[in-house]
T-cell receptor, first 116, second 111 residues
Framework: DAGITQSPRHKVTETGTPVTLRCHQT?????MYWYRQDPGHGLRLIHY???????DKGEVSDGYSVSRSKTEDFLLTLESATSSQTSVYFC???????????????FGPGTRLTVL | KNQVEQSPQSLIILEGKNCTLQ??????????LRWYKQDTGRGPVSLTI?????NTKSNGRYTATLDADTKQSSLHITASQLSDSASYIC??????????FGSGTRLSIRP
């Protein structure tokens, strides 16, 4: 998985509790992404980062916040988890945005989150 | 609206047979198209990346085609193996900084 780890790999939590997922990379890639994957949907972008302290929203950012204080770490926080946030969360990294280049986006192993 | 549609949703074939997966997109402006393989319980892994000017690209037994005029792509798998059982995801990058994922085709290879 190209030097990407996610923690925890599995988590069960209750509605209303805060949850933080961590993505750690050893590739020194500039871009980092958080996606969620649900049955019947493609991967959907939650937030992404284009550098330390530089982040932007994706298409499904409501209810999520992110932080990136170091190149290697990208945190996803659910401030108050809801059952609709039960999903598999993937972190990804890339050297550039992929908009004009063809560099590869590498994905982590995923975190399965269940909100009861 | 930017969309990527894949067909079929699922496919079962016998080991050793060939198959073709389809991807139609309406993303504009187009930058590049990628196919990913996702094994159960794992993150997606890139198979091919194609830009506007490329119409065929191979990676071992996987061959992707792109018709930018009709906005269609296909992924052909030759001489399938049990390890090809996975979901295959078509992803289109827009030069307007959008990444649009298809919902995938789930392929099962039977011995």
């Amino acid at each position: 998985d190209a030097g990407i780890t996610q923690s925890p790999r599995h988590k069960v939590t209750e509605t209303g509790t805060p949850v933080t997922l961590r993505c750690h990379q050893t590739e020194n890639h500039r871009y980092m992404y958080w996606y969620r994957q649900d049955p019947g949907h493609g991967l959907r972008l939650i937030h992404y980062s284009y550098g330390v302290k530089d982040t932007d929203k994706g298409e499904v950012s409501d209810g999520y916040s992110v932080s990136r204080s170091k190149t290697e770490d990208f945190l996803l926080t659910l401030e108050s988890a809801t059952s609709s946030q039960t999903s598999v969360y993937f972190c990804a990294i890339s050297e550039s945005s992929g908009r004009f280049s063809t560099d590869t986006q590498y994905f982590g192993p995923g975190t399965r989150l269940t909100v009861l | 609206k930017n969309q990527v549609e894949q067909s079929p949703q699922s496919l079962i074939i016998l080991e050793g047979k060939n198959c073709t997966l389809q991807c139609n997109y309406t993303v504009s402006p187009f930058s590049n198209l990628r196919w990913y393989k996702q094994d159960t319980g794992r993150g997606p892994v890139s198979l091919t990346i194609m830009t506007f000017s490329e119409n065929t690209k191979s990676n071992g037994r996987y061959t992707a085609t792109l018709d930018a005029d009709t906005k269609q792509s296909s992924l052909h798998i030759t001489a399938s193996q049990l390890s090809d059982s996975a979901s295959y995801i078509c992803v289109v990058y827009s030069s307007a900084s959008k990444i649009i994922f298809g919902s995938g085709t789930r392929l099962s290879i039977r011995p």
